[in-house]
Nanobody, 114 residues
Framework: QVQLVESGGGLVEPGGSLRLSCVASGSISDKAMSWYRQAPGNQREFVAEINSGGITSYGDFVKGRFIISRDNAKKTVHLQMSGLNSGDTAVYFC?????????WGQGTQVTVSS
C-alpha cells in the first residue's frame, strides 16, 4: 500500500496546458499507475494508465491531448495535458494498482475557464 499525493491542478484558460504530478510514499515500480477524473454529478472516469512495463492507454476523449509518464526512481507519475477545454474540468485522481488492490490519492482540482 502506498500514499499518493497529487499536485499541479489549477485554473487554466481554454486551449491551455497543465502538468499534474502524483508522488507516492513507496515504490511504484511494480504497479500500474492511472489517472481518473470526476466532474460534479458524474461518475469517476478513466483518463490514462501506464503499466509497470511502460505501456500506456488513454480514455477515448483524450484524443492525443494528454501524455502519461512515470519515473520509478522518483516514485512519480505525471499527466501532461494540453488543448484543455471546459469538459476537462474535474477533480483528477491518481491510482496505484497492484493485482486487484488500488490506492487512491485525494485528488487535484482542474478548472478550465476563461
Amino acid at each position: 500500500q502506498v500514499q499518493l499525493v497529487e499536485s499541479g491542478g489549477g485554473l487554466v484558460e481554454p486551449g491551455g496546458s497543465l502538468r499534474l504530478s502524483c508522488v507516492a510514499s513507496g515504490s511504484i515500480s511494480d504497479k500500474a499507475m492511472s489517472w481518473y477524473r470526476q466532474a460534479p454529478g458524474n461518475q469517476r472516469e478513466f483518463v490514462a494508465e501506464i503499466n509497470s512495463g511502460g505501456i500506456t492507454s488513454y480514455g477515448d476523449f483524450v484524443k492525443g491531448r494528454f501524455i502519461i509518464s512515470r519515473d520509478n526512481a522518483k516514485k512519480t507519475v505525471h499527466l501532461q495535458m494540453s488543448g484543455l477545454n471546459s469538459g476537462d474540468t474535474a477533480v483528477y485522481f491518481c491510482d496505484a494498482r497492484f493485482l486487484f488492490l488500488d490506492d487512491w490519492g485525494q485528488g487535484t482540482q482542474v478548472t478550465v475557464s476563461s
